[in-house]
């Protein structure tokens, strides 16, 4: 499977080539599908007449410097209100649940853009995440924040007032105007090694090979949360399963096929097709009132010179969890999730504890052989000294113990388990002692950017690339069922 790859160090960049403001706007394009188009829209000469015909809103926001950091919340809104029943795709707008009224945010991201280091990161939030909801006093899906009333600020109050992550600036991008972009660079390629399809979304892939996704189909594919594929060994379809974290996987892909794509037709677009891109971004798009000329100007400088790989690309760690009503959501490990969220908040601070300076033992009480020696050699990779492992009773979740002084240390060991543990005071342990306990819910060992750590030689399935990793290294650990990666002298688009 093609996995999200990690951008390199903005020191190991390579030297960015000028382009022209049309290459500015579409590589911007790719980074959010329609975010920096707006870069574009700043360099023409009628852009103040276009840019004053973009939707603008009154958000309280956090301030930032024209020279820091700047964070960006992208929302995909399901709204349809901009798709009229006579358009010739206003069902494939609706997808096979029909009109359900009201609206919903599809798709919510959190961009990162450093103009000193020219590093751009995004964090993709799961919409089924169980969170407080600003002003509410309740917990819900985050995605119904946007539903509620003021509810593009109610959102922004949620994720600020739950992850502590300042948001900048508002960009929102509804169905008709994802579609009119995809469709304004003349579809994006991608190779699929196995059809796929999804009676909800509309997604039909028939057969494997190069495809083209169209606007309908590239909305259909992002959309995708009951994906099913064909299995080539059986001939069968089978359901991926993973849900919106494996719709989650599947966008940040599409968005780096997106830059691709834009990047090798920045220059054949006439001007017809200039003003298309322009009026798929101004006519379904909605800002907030302080993203203004010079805001633009600095993202057309930004994205002068960038591609998919140089993305930075961030997934919460969450797990399954089981509302008292009944609902199935995601529950967020905030002890793994906190170095992405001090990344987002631009803390200098880093846990106070080093893996060098603790050490542990892991007890598998998971019910899975070879767990705590799989673990012991993951831990050891990173730094951690591990004293030994030992074998407990089942236990249902991961657990680290710790005694009198051992919070911090605790709190780091946590980090680095994929989908969080417990981390609780054990009376019976002595000073600084640190203790790993496997539960049923162990999954891997991960690194300070959420990559799972094995201590194995790893493979994956023919035809989606070939990983080997040793116990120094770490993969990238894709969630879902992803398109594939095209086979030698096969070059799609």
């Given at each position: 499977m093609e996995p999200p790859s990690s951008a390199p160090s903005p020191a190991t960049r390579a030297p960015r080539r000028r382009r022209s403001w049309l290459q500015r706007t579409i590589l911007g394009l790719g980074v959010v599908v329609v975010l920096a188009i707006?870069?574009?829209?700043?360099a023409v000469g009628y852009g103040y007449f276009r840019f004053n015909q973009i939707n603008k809103e009154k958000l309280s926001l956090s301030k930032a410097g024209a020279s820091e950091p700047q964070n960006y919340l992208i929302v995909g809104s399901d709204s349809r209100s901009s798709v009229e029943k006579g358009d010739p795709n206003y069902k494939a707008f609706l997808g096979a649940g029909g009109d359900q009224g009201g609206q919903r945010s599809d798709t919510i991201i959190i961009?990162?853009?450093?103009?000193?280091?020219?590093?751009?990161?995004?964090?993709?939030?799961?919409?089924?995440?169980?969170?407080?909801?600003?002003?509410?006093?309740?917990?819900?899906?985050?995605?119904?924040?946007?539903?509620?009333?003021?509810?593009?600020?109610?959102?922004?109050?949620?994720?600020?007032?739950?992850?502590?992550?300042?948001?900048?600036?508002?960009?929102e991008v509804d169905f008709k105007g994802f579609q009119g972009v995809v469709d304004a660079i003349g579809g994006v390629p991608m190779y699929f090694d196995e059809p796929m399809r999804d009676a909800n979304s509309g997604l039909n892939i028939t057969s494997p090979g190069c495809v083209t996704l169209d606007g309908e189909q590239a909305l259909a594919f992002a959309r995708s949360r009951e994906l099913q594929f064909k299995d080539p060994k059986t001939n069968k379809w089978k359901s991926d399963g993973t849900g919106d974290l494996g719709r989650v996987t599947r966008q940040q892909i599409f968005i780096r096929k997106v830059i691709d794509r834009s990047a090798s037709k920045a220059t054949s677009l006439d001007l017809a097709g200039t003003n298309d891109l322009l009026d798929a971004a101004v006519k379904n798009l909605t800002v907030d009132n302080g993203f203004g000329l010079d805001t633009m100007l600095a993202l057309g400088k930004e994205f002068r010179s960038f591609t998919g790989d140089q993305m930075v690309t961030h997934t919460l760690p969450t797990s399954p969890f089981t509302t008292n009503g009944g609902a199935m959501v995601l529950r967020l490990d905030t002890a793994g999730a906190q170095p992405i969220f001090d990344l987002f908040k631009g803390a200098d601070a880093v846990p106070q504890a080093k893996p060098s300076e603790v050490t542990l033992s892991v007890r598998n009480s998971s019910g899975v052989n070879g767990a705590a020696a799989?673990?012991?050699?993951?831990?050891?990779?990173?730094?951690?000294?591990?004293?030994?492992?030992?074998?407990?009773?089942?236990?249902?979740?991961?657990?680290?113990?710790?005694?009198?002084?051992?919070?911090?240390?605790?709190?780091?060991?946590?980090?680095?388990?994929?989908?969080?543990?417990?981390?609780?005071?054990?009376?019976?342990?002595?000073?600084?002692?640190?203790?790993?306990?496997?539960?049923?819910?162990?999954?891997?060992?991960?690194?300070?950017?959420?990559?799972?750590?094995?201590g194995v030689t790893t493979s994956t399935a023919a035809g989606k690339g070939t990983t080997t990793t040793t116990a120094s290294n770490t993969i990238t650990d894709p969630i879902g069922e992803t398109p594939g990666v095209p086979p030698d002298g096969v070059t799609c688009g």
């Open positions: 707006l870069a574009g829209i700043a961009m990162r853009v450093d103009p000193k280091t020219h590093a751009v990161d995004m964090l993709s939030l799961p919409r089924d995440l169980w969170v407080p909801i600003a002003g509410t006093g309740e917990s819900q899906r985050i995605n119904t924040a946007y539903s509620l009333k003021n509810g593009r600020q109610t959102l922004i109050d949620t994720i600020q007032q739950d992850f502590g992550i300042p948001i900048n600036h508002y960009v799989k673990a012991q050699v993951a831990l050891q990779s990173l730094g951690f000294t591990v004293s030994g492992t030992d074998t407990g009773a089942v236990t249902s979740r991961t657990v680290v113990h710790f005694g009198s002084g051992g919070q911090d240390q605790a709190n780091l060991v946590a980090r680095h388990v994929k989908g969080g543990a417990d981390v609780t005071e054990d009376a019976s342990l002595a000073a600084g002692q640190i203790q790993l306990v496997l539960g049923k819910d162990y999954v891997s060992v991960i690194d300070d950017n959420g990559k799972t750590v094995t």
